[in-house]
């Protein structure tokens, strides 16, 4: 058997230098292992390593800890720490690569008779520390900005959905004080005054947190599934938006069947009927809109059809996109995002159909398993 031997560093590094092909071999031998559950693309997993691998045999040769390139601070480690956060990977995990590349050097010096020790190791290692402090900073700038981005969109969803609920209540208000301002104290009259005008400055205060608060990011939404009657749902929504559908004289038609139920999260669920029904609203003035639904196979599909100028044709491929709005309207471009995000959190899917000038049908699909 072959004894291992010592070796100068620059030895060492030309030993590296003809064996970089082991080296990442030996890597993803092991991360492979490492990695397995998630399914990466087997042929770039590596893809990170031949720059790291140049330099350490660089400073190998060269006998001693050198500057870190360019490319190496601004490429390799920071760009895959954020690539292996979108591949699902967690801070520890992004720690354990690198420090099998120490591993995958040590194997493959000890299959050449020779010692990592001394100078070459801290060379070596030296140079991978640096790569770990990188790419796990990167990993949580990348985590931390999607968090923000996340609180950000949901804060922005949250002020939007709000905005009908209020909406309501302005025109509800208005209608109270009109039917009662002959017969009511002035006294109460100015309270009706003072409740609308406060009314007005919270929804433009929330214009203002929805302006500077959209972001683009991922779903904000989680449903947590409980099975409940659809049409009372419905039912009592259509009520408490009546105040929009009367100011323009839309008639509403719930002709979902009393005896359908649905297994989903009953707020979220009833999110996307109102920013449907807000939505089909703003096309269908002095006209109908009628909510549906049916069940086959376990999945319940929903649908909110009116008799409105329809969506636009160049709109009609966009209209789920988050800030896509029609300009003839004064839409903020979230709600029927709100709808795909909310349905998708279901596990279903949205569908929006329309011939410009005769109306649209917005449809989705909830799978609807009876629970345990």
């Known amino acids: 058997m072959a004894t291992q ?56 040769a060269l006998g001693r800890e050198g500057n870190l390139s360019e490319e190496h601070v601004r490429g390799s480690p920071p760009v895959h720490g954020v690539q292996r956060f979108y591949d699902g990977l967690d801070v520890g995990e992004v720690v354990t690569e690198y420090n099998l590349l120490r591993v995958a050097f040590d194997t493959v010096a000890e299959r050449h008779n020779l010692y990592v020790v001394g100078d070459a190791s801290r060379i070596i290692n030296h140079r991978i520390d640096e790569a770990v402090r990188m790419a796990v900073m990167a990993f949580a700038a990348q985590q931390e900005l999607i968090r923000i981005e996340r609180d950000s969109e949901h804060l922005a969803f949250i002020a939007h959905d709000l905005r009908t609920p209020l909406n309501a209540i302005s025109l509800l208000v208005a209608e109270l004080k009109d039917g009662m301002a002959s017969n009511s104290p002035e006294e109460a009259g100015e309270l009706f005054v003072i409740l609308h005008r406060n009314l007005t400055r919270v929804e433009e205060l929330i214009k203002r947190v929805m302006d500077t608060n959209v972001q683009n990011s991922g779903s904000s939404f989680k449903a947590e599934r409980r099975s409940f009657e659809l049409w009372p749902l419905v039912q ?137």
């Open 5 to 60: 031997a010592h070796c100068t560093v620059e030895h060492l590094a030309e030993v590296f230098r003809q064996s970089q092909e082991e080296i990442i071999s030996e890597w993803r031998l092991q991360a492979e292992k490492l990695l397995c559950g998630l399914n990466l693309n087997k042929p770039t997993i590596t893809d990170h390593l031949p720059a790291i691998i140049a330099e350490i045999i660089r400073d190998l």
């Open 236 to 372: 009592r929504l259509i009520r408490d938006m009546s105040p929009l559908s009367s100011k323009n004289a839309i008639e509403v038609v719930n002709e979902i069947s009393p005896d359908l139920s649905i297994y989903a999260d009953a707020g979220l669920i009833s999110q996307v009927f109102q920013n449907l029904l807000g939505n089909a609203f703003t096309y269908a003035a002095s006209g109908k809109v009628v909510v549906s639904a049916s069940v086959d196979g376990g999945t319940v599909t929903c649908l909110v059809h009116d008799n409105g100028a329809g969506i636009p044709p160049e709109m009609l491929s966009k209209v789920f996109d988050k800030l896509a709005t029609d300009p003839a309207t004064e839409g903020t471009g979230l709600g029927l995002a709100i709808v795909k995000q909310i349905v998708e959190a279901h596990g279903g899917t949205v569908r929006a159909e329309s011939i410009h000038g005769a109306g649209a049908t917005v449809s989705f699909t909830i799978p609807s398993p009876q629970p345990d």
